[in-house]
C-alpha cells in the first residue's frame, strides 16, 4: 500500500490556523484595553480569509464565485446588523 499525504498548501494552511489559534489564546491574556476586540476581530477575519481561500478553494474560481461569496458575506452582515440593533432597542 501506498503512504497518502496530504498536499503541502492544505498542511502549510493548517498550521497557519494552529498558529493563529495560540496567538489567539495568548492575547486573550495579555491587557490591551479597547484593543482587545480589534485584534481578536483581526485574527478572526484572518482566519476566516485562510478557511476560504485554501479549504473552499476559492483562490482557484472565477469572479462568479467571488460574487456569490461575496453577496453571502454581505448578507451575514445584514443579519448581524439587523440582529444588533433589535438587541440594543429593547428596554
Partial sequence: MTQWRPPLVLVVAWL???ALLAVTV???YVPLGAFNAVVALTIG???AAVVAAIFMEL???GPR???FAGAGLFW???LL???MMDFLTRT
Fill in 65 to 67: 464565485t467571488f460574487v
Fill in 16 to 18: 497557519s490556523l494552529q
Fill in 76 to 78: 451575514l452582515g445584514i
Fill in 26 to 28: 495568548t492575547l486573550a
Fill in 59 to 61: 483562490r482557484n474560481r
Fill in 81 to 83: 446588523w439587523f440582529g
Fill in 45 to 47: 477575519t484572518i482566519k
